[in-house]
Structures are given as structure tokens and as C-alpha cells.
């Protein structure tokens, strides 16, 4: 199994450069991971090195397509708290 990175992308770069297998490529319109060489980092590191540096809450599924990083989880506000500053910001 592996690690995807879907639409929310934005092509940061940060992702590409720390994937100890080398899965990560830049694509159109958003990187991509190679699932052939995905090793989810399984014996290098304890933690994904994608996910851990992402800055995008949600770019990144694990291999079960739930979000790897998911919202509030960089930002540590719930999002909750997140919908409701949104709205707030948003209304002024």
C-alpha cells in the first residue's frame, strides 16, 4: 500500500526532497507518489516524511484514503474552531 497525494497539492516542493524511497514526482497538476516505490517510509523513519512536512492539512491520504494530515493537525485548531474563525474572518 501507499501514500497519495490528491488535488489539494499545491506544489510546494517540501514533500519531494525528504521521500527516503524517491517516490514523490512532480506531475500536473499536483505531485504524485509512485506507489511502486512508496515504502511508507517503513524502516527509515517512524513517521512519514511526507506527511510530517505538508503543509496542506488533507493533501495527503494514507493508504486507507483517510487524510494523513488532517485538518487542525498543523494548524492544532479543531476544525470546528477552524469553520467557525473562517466564517468570522470571512464576515468582516
Known amino acids: 500500500m501507499a501514500y497519495e497525494i490528491i488535488e489539494s497539492c499545491v506544489n510546494c ?19 504524485l507518489i509512485d506507489a511502486k516505490k512508496c515504502t511508507e517510509c517503513d524502516g527509515d523513519y517512524a513517521d512519514p516524511q511526507c506527511v510530517s512536512i505538508c503543509p496542506i ?9 483517510e487524510w494523513a494530515n488532517p485538518a487542525g493537525a498543523l494548524t ?3 476544525p470546528e474552531r477552524m469553520r467557525e474563525a473562517m466564517a468570522e474572518i470571512q464576515a468582516r
Open 57 to 65: 492539512e488533507g493533501a495527503i491520504l494514507d493508504p486507507f484514503g
Open 13 to 31: 516542493w517540501a514533500c519531494e526532497p525528504v521521500c527516503p524511497s524517491k517516490a514523490i514526482y512532480e506531475a500536473r497538476p499536483h505531485f
Open 76 to 78: 492544532g485548531i479543531p
